[in-house]
């Protein structure tokens, strides 16, 4: 028996994170029964034929949308983005190595306090004297750096690289938030990290995408759960993988093909977030919390001129069922967040809504 749902919400939480409604139907459909198999997606082994299959599609697909050549490997792994601000210095960074941090927010910062336990940290760049409202953009990167970390894009202040540095030495970066909503030259980066729950998938899953060369030149003794090796050699089946969540992530990335790929999404989510921002900074209640030019085309973040009007208006958007737009407590105010599932239709409403407070309260 399935349950209707009677009305769904706007989905604007920031993360776990709205999922286009056609893999949810096909991810319900999966837990009862899964390729005919009279058996649910959820009961079954992780090394089955049709398991296998799940994977390998996902792999090939994020090798699709993404471009990828044959010196990059995808692995699904668990231990969230979280694990991997360890686990790329603690692989990639020897302990006389230095690696260079542009410090764009809190995922930044939690990032750079793990890898100061694997070599040395040199922060190049950071917005933190400005509460992150923005991208640092006047900084070198010295050319003997084993590598460089940046957070693509910022989930909680909202803000968002629109462009990466040009240097030879290999970019890692976090891209948890912004991972398949636009087009991005892959050469550049040697190792890419997203928790799914973002903007792939459900949580539980974090893909990695890490270019073979840059493995096995730590000089570290590894522990073999943490060494990238041990799970590009198992195809991630060295332990039991995420099932669930791989599946609900491919299923997704299956959508973003049939929607036309990264390009396609990168066009939808600009028409998104303009709609949004335009209406932010015509409408004369509210404003934006960080510079216009690095603003994120994923989560926008903005507030009240007069802060009182807060919780009524958080309201407002609940009776139109919009849901999830509450601030990180770092920032206050709002954020919309905004991901390739959010139709636009979604974000009109929320626009519908501003509007209205506005001409009712002023
Ligand atoms: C949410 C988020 C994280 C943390 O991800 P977990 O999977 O919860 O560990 C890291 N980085 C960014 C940019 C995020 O948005």
Same mark, same amino acid.
């Given at each position: 028996m399935s349950i209707p749902i009677t009305k769904k919400k706007h989905n604007f939480f920031a993360g776990p994170a709205i999922l286009p409604a056609t893999v949810l139907k096909q991810a319900s459909a999966a837990i009862e029964n899964?390729?005919?198999m009279g058996l649910s997606i959820l009961e079954i082994s992780h090394r089955s034929k049709q398991f296998v299959e799940v994977v390998e599609e996902a792999i090939s697909l994020t090798k699709e949308l993404l471009d990828l050549d044959d010196n990059y490997e995808v692995l699904f792994l668990t231990g969230g983005a979280s694990s991997?601000?360890?686990m790329a210095p603690m692989n990639l960074l020897p302990q006389d190595g230095t690696v260079c941090y542009i410090n764009t927010g809190t995922w930044s910062d939690k990032a750079i306090k793990e890898a100061k336990l694997f070599g040395n940290v040199n922060v190049l760049a950071s917005s933190k004297e400005s509460n992150y409202t923005s991208i640092p953009k006047d900084y070198e990167v010295p050319t003997d750096a084993t590598y460089i970390h940046m957070t693509s894009n910022n989930t909680v202040f909202g803000t968002q690289h629109h462009s990466f540095p040009e240097t030879n030495v290999p970019i890692v970066c976090d891209m948890s938030s912004d991972i398949f909503s636009r087009p991005i030259d892959v050469?550049?980066?040697?190792?890419?990290y997203c928790g799914a729950q973002k903007n792939m998938g459900p949580a539980g899953v974090t893909l990695i995408i890490v270019n073979k060369d840059l493995l096995g030149k730590s000089g570290r003794p590894i522990p073999t759960m943490l060494d990238y090796n041990t799970h590009i050699t198992k195809g991630s089946m060295f332990n039991t993988p995420p099932t669930f969540p791989i599946f609900v992530s491919m299923l997704t990335?299956?959508?973003v093909k049939e929607n036309g790929g990264? &390009? &396609?999404m990168a066009l939808k989510n600009e028409a998104k977030a303009k709609l949004l921002y335009d209406e932010i900074d015509a409408n004369p /209640?509210?404003?934006g919390t960080t510079h216009i030019e690095d603003r994120s085309l994923m989560n926008v973040t903005f507030k /009240?001129?007069?802060t009182e009007k807060e919780t009524a208006f958080l309201e407002a958007c609940a009776n139109a069922?919009?849901?999830g737009l509450k601030g990180h407590r770092s920032v206050g105010g709002f954020r919309a967040s905004i991901y390739n599932a959010m139709p636009i239709e979604s974000v009109q409403v929320l626009v519908d809504v501003m509007k209205d407070f506005a001409n009712k309260n002023t």
């Open positions: 899964f390729s005919n991997q601000f360890y050469s550049k980066f040697g190792l890419i990335m299956r959508w990264v &390009a &396609a /209640m509210f404003e /009240m001129k007069n069922d919009c849901v």
